[in-house]
């Protein structure tokens, strides 16, 4: 199928019929409206503010997240306007080095492991993605009164600019913040995993070069503090306080200015925005309630001090977007989307506690359990030992092949390719959607029959990783030019691996027949024909 034979959506006489509403115009709105707009569904976006946001909260993203940006085409313009930050640092209150993280200049997924950025900018490049879309509408203004779903669709009344509309969607997606309406109007309860901290935050537009630590944690028991570049023109101090009372004072610039005052002066940089937070760590118990689907903060909030939250949203835009596609097109059943809490809550919980881990021997206020941490982590420095390297856990049930295969639910590489008309990552040179990569061992198993054909039908690319890039009617034959997937390939002791338009290895398989077997497994799962038990959906 292509974008234009998108299943319709029956109109009524003066109500706005689209596929999907999406509630919410943050970075995660965003990317999930243009997600879907590319795969040809007609979105409509309510925001219930006038205009974008224009203020940073988010102050970081990882490789993984870049790779989303760069498969919807911003990556190029961002790259001038971010900051790629090698190491973080943790000191103690006498500015001892405690501890070093060091980040990849290029990671697991292609791109720099740690990326410092102004969410503006971020948010001005995709919504001008949104806007180029002829399928994706955008309403600021708007704000959801009221949503009641029937067996097709959901019926959703806005309050906009001329008053209130009805609007009907296949499906809605909560991208509306930790404040959610649709969550409220869901009746969703939340997690609470008890972490609750009040912190005053404090942005920064620097008027001239200015020496500032780019990521330092202070573990100073008399106040925490944290310090990081928002990029190259913005910095970021964020100071622990002591209750929540603190709040009104706190926000006095006056008193910021004398906080900072070791590392800034006015003529150094303007005080562009104070904000008071009670850091959280939340997660709803349902993420999908029929028609209505919760995604980003949403769903679920997490502590800074990974600095995930944002890029956790962007991993549930990219599942979310995939399934829906199918789903809309109708490749799919509509309980392929019961997958997609399954996959993403124990992955965003595993972020979230070990935020919560750091978080707590970040802000020691003891001082003699501060001094203990101490001694402990300038002990291990001083045996040379490195940090252990932060790690997040791959996808472990949901839609993937039926056996155990090494891989299985991790995430994929992303390396350098040449189709011998252009080199660059995989990604820019053959497309997104489902990718089968094989060895070319194992093309002409697939050559046979009209399975190249039936692949291509379902939206999945075939990727032979040859010597050298040859023409291929009916594959990408390419040649991996650092050796990336060689690697990869014989770390999984596999040759052939399944990647998921969300970046997630659905599957491997060593040897021919076990290729193909799992090109048929793979469109069998699409297009929700296997039992679920062997599947590994959800019933």
């Not at 005080?271 to 999908?288: H, K, M, N, P, Q």
């Not at 023409?471 to 060689?486: I, N, S």
Request: net charge negative.
């Amino acid at each position: 199928m292509t974008g234009t034979d998108v299943a319709a959506v029956d109109p009524v006489p003066n109500v706005t019929a689209v596929d999907v509403l999406v509630v919410g115009y943050g970075p995660v709105g965003m990317v999930a409206a243009s997600l879907l707009g590319r795969a040809g569904h007609r979105v409509l976006v309510l925001e219930r503010y006038s205009g974008l946001y224009n203020l940073p909260r988010a102050a970081s993203f990882d490789d993984e997240t870049m790779r989303t940006l760069a498969r919807l085409g911003v990556a190029a313009e961002l790259l001038p306007k971010v900051r790629v930050q090698p190491t973080y640092q943790w000191r103690n209150g006498q500015g001892d080095l405690l501890m070093e993280q060091a980040f990849a200049e290029n990671g697991r997924s292609g791109w720099a492991e740690w990326n410092m950025m102004y969410q503006p900018d971020l948010e001005e490049a995709l919504d001008t993605v949104c806007r180029s879309m002829p399928e994706v509408e955008v309403r600021h203004s708007s704000s959801v009164a009221a949503l009641e779903q029937t067996a097709d669709r959901v019926e959703v009344t806005v309050e906009g600019p001329e008053g209130r509309e009805t609007v009907e969607a296949r499906y809605v997606l909560g991208c509306d913040g930790g404040n959610s309406f649709v969550r409220s109007a869901l009746g969703v309860e939340l997690h609470d995993y008890g972490f609750s901290e009040p912190w005053v935050v404090c942005d920064f537009r620097f008027r001239r070069p200015t020496e500032v630590p780019c990521a330092l944690q202070l573990g100073d028991p008399l106040g925490p503090t944290s310090i990081i570049s928002l990029g190259p023109l913005h910095h970021r101090f964020s100071f622990m306080l002591d209750s929540v009372d603190d709040f009104e004072a706190e926000r006095d610039p006056q008193r910021v200015w004398k906080r900072v005052a070791s590392y800034l002066t006015p003529d150094d940089a303007d005080l562009i925005r104070v904000a008071t937070y009670t850091f959280r760590s939340l997660v709803a118990d349902e993420w999908r309630r029929g028609r209505v689907l919760l995604a980003g903060d949403a769903a679920h909030q997490m502590p800074p001090f990974l600095g995930q939250g944002m890029c956790s949203g962007f991993r549930d835009a990219q599942n979310l977007a995939f399934k829906l596609d199918l789903v809309l097109r109708g490749s799919a059943p509509d309980d392929i989307l019961d997958t997609y809490q399954t996959e993403r809550e124990p992955h965003v919980r595993a972020v979230t506690e070990k935020g919560i881990e750091l978080g707590h021997l970040q802000t020691l206020r003891d001082p003699e359990r501060a001094a203990e941490r101490d001694r402990t982590l300038l002990a291990r420095r001083a045996t040379g030992a490195a940090p252990e390297p932060i790690r997040f856990p791959g996808l472990a049930d949901g839609l993937f092949t039926r056996g155990a295969e090494a891989g299985r639910g991790q995430l994929s590489v992303q390396g350098v390719v040449d189709n011998g008309t252009g080199r660059d990552r995989l990604d820019q040179v053959v497309g997104g959607g489902f990718h089968l990569l094989v060895d070319e061992g194992q093309l002409a198993a697939l050559e046979e029959g009209r399975l190249l054909d039936d692949l291509a039908g379902v939206g999945v690319r075939v990727v032979v990783l040859g010597e050298r890039p040859v023409k291929h009617a009916r594959a990408a034959v390419v040649h991996d030019v650092e050796g990336t997937y060689r690697a990869w390939l014989a770390e999984l002791g596999c040759s052939a691996v399944v990647v998921r338009p969300d970046f997630y290895v659905y599957g491997t398989a060593s040897g021919s027949d076990a290729a193909v077997g799992l090109a048929i497994e793979l469109m069998g799962a699409i297009h929700g024909n296997m039992p679920a038990q062997e599947a590994g959906t959800v019933a």
